[in-house]
């Protein structure tokens, strides 16, 4: 039986958009959050006891994404209305404004270093900034439709975007060149991102599918069917072990990757949940959805399976089986009624909200990505069985023997990406050969036809 303090609890919830959340995002510190709305506002909420909430008010059109700088100093926002606005996250709550793209923007995202800024747009195109001059640097075009999301790898070296043309790409920001292409999808990705090591990308598809890809040997490593409707969006752990995923059928679901199956379902939301993220520390995270309220989770899993799982399992290559299903529920139930004190810091805007029977979701224009009923959930608490992971005492193979064959699997995995690098080597070396025999061969033909 798992003991209690393992199961992540609903610690705290924040009620203040008039709409369905977008986005949000911890500061570096783990002290805020930051939340995008249909409603056109971005919310800053402090953890603080009695704290103010801050609004920042100016976008013309739903905010789609929002984003903490590295540092804390900077906040990054993306709109319907085609901008791109960096804000001071402070009380008095200043910007600057990027006319970014010529249709709406999707996501925005920092490089790790704070120097760069990723934008995704429906004009399908994806745009790189420079954030210490706060200038346009270029553009990648290759998507045939709109860009859903983009984010950097964690070294900066590459980008990863999802289209909905029903593609993935890599793109090298060095070179500016689409490297890789992965189209393995009955629908699109909603929202991709790498896993804290850069080695692999995971994606949050419209298909109700989750999929973890390979990128040193293009490979689909695991792909979970575990949701009833479209993913929304993931969040990877910062140990790179457990990943979090928001779907419109009203759930968030924690995989564990090193054992390949499906640990938590946690049903707080009333309807869609359209984004989750975890701290910077992975020891919170937060949702929020078409029910307009941010909740606030303690993950404690992570401390407790952190330091067993990671000597104790061998990295899952592949995914053999269906996931074994395992739900948890809040043991709090959430109200739906708390006043925040909150601080408007720009001019008001003009725009009318939705009415509460208007579609939410239509601004993510796809409209099977609701759950058919969006009927209030319970907060029952089911036991959650583990008696298939096996303690250290029950397992056949001696640890030493793990501990073995897990370096032995890192070995291989530096041997495969040493191949992968040779073979590129070996593909650049063909094609620079194949062209100096063309040109030998137009040389040649052009000095037959002079004689």
């Known amino acids: 039986m798992a003991s209690a303090t393992e199961d992540p609890v ?8 008039k709409a369905a959340l ?3 995002d911890f500061s570096s510190n783990g002290k805020q959050l930051a939340t995008a709305s249909w409603d056109t506002f971005l919310m800053l909420w402090n953890f603080k006891p009695h704290a103010r909430a801050y609004r920042y008010v100016g976008h013309k059109d739903v905010v789609t994404s929002v984003q903490f700088s590295p540092h804390g100093n900077l906040l990054a926002s993306a709109s319907r209305d085609r901008t791109v606005r960096l804000w001071i996250p402070d009380k008095r709550g200043k910007f600057s404004e990027f006319k970014a793209h010529t249709a709406p923007v999707r996501s925005v995202d920092f490089s790790a270093d704070g120097q760069f800024l990723a934008t995704a747009s429906e004009d399908k195109s994806i745009k790189v900034w420079n954030m210490y001059r706060q ?40 070179n500016k060149q689409c490297v890789n292409n992965f189209s393995d999808f009955i629908g699109f990705a909603n929202f991709v991102d790498f896993n804290p090591s850069g080695t692999c990308i995971a994606s949050a598809g419209s298909d109700q599918t989750v999929k973890v890809w390979d990128i ?27 990943l979090i995923t928001a779907s419109s059928d009203g759930t968030l679901k924690i995989l564990d990757l090193l054992e390949g199956r499906l640990i938590y379902t946690l049903q707080g939301h009333t309807g869609p949940v359209f984004t989750v993220s975890f701290s910077k520390g992975g020891e919170l995270f937060a949702s929020g959805g078409a029910d307009t309220q941010v909740l606030l989770w303690r993950t404690n899993f992570d401390e407790l399976h952190c330091k067993g799982l990671n000597k104790r399992n061998l990295k899952r290559l592949h995914f053999d089986s269906p996931p074994h299903l395992l739900d948890v529920y809040p043991r709090t139930p959430h ?10 810091t720009t001019e008001t805007s003009g725009r009318t909200l939705p009415d509460k029977g208007e579609e939410v979701c239509g601004y993510f224009l796809n409209p099977s990505l609701l759950s058919p009923e969006c009927s209030p959930t319970t907060t029952k608490k089911k036991t959650e069985d583990m008696s298939d992971l096996p303690s250290e005492s029950q397992r056949s193979i001696p640890l030493a023997v793990t501990d073995a064959l897990e370096h032995i699997m890192e070995q291989l995995n530096v041997l495969t990406q040493t191949v992968s690098i ?17 040109n030998q061969q137009k040389l040649f033909s052009a000095v037959q036809q002079k004689s």
Do not use: M
């Not at 109200?335 to 408007?344: I, N, S, W």
């Not at 040779?422 to 063309?438: A, I, V």
């Open 216 to 242: 040193r040997v293009n490979k689909l490593l695991q792909h979970y069917q575990v949701h009833s409707s479209g993913v929304n969006c993931i969040s990877f752990h910062p140990s790179g072990n457990y």
């Open 335 to 344: 109200p739906h009624e708390e006043k925040v004190e909150t601080v408007e």
């Open 422 to 438: 040779l073979e590129q080597r070996l593909t650049l070396t063909e094609d620079k050969l194949k062209d100096c025999l063309e």
């Open 22 to 24: 977008t986005s949000l």
């Open 135 to 174: 200038r346009f640097l270029y553009s990648l075009y290759r998507h045939t439709h709109w860009v859903r999301c983009a984010k950097f790898s964690p070294d900066g070296r590459l980008i990863v975007s999802c289209s909905e043309d029903k593609t993935i790409k890599i793109w090298d920001t060095t």
């Open 10 to 17: 609903l610690e705290r919830y924040f009620k203040g958009h």
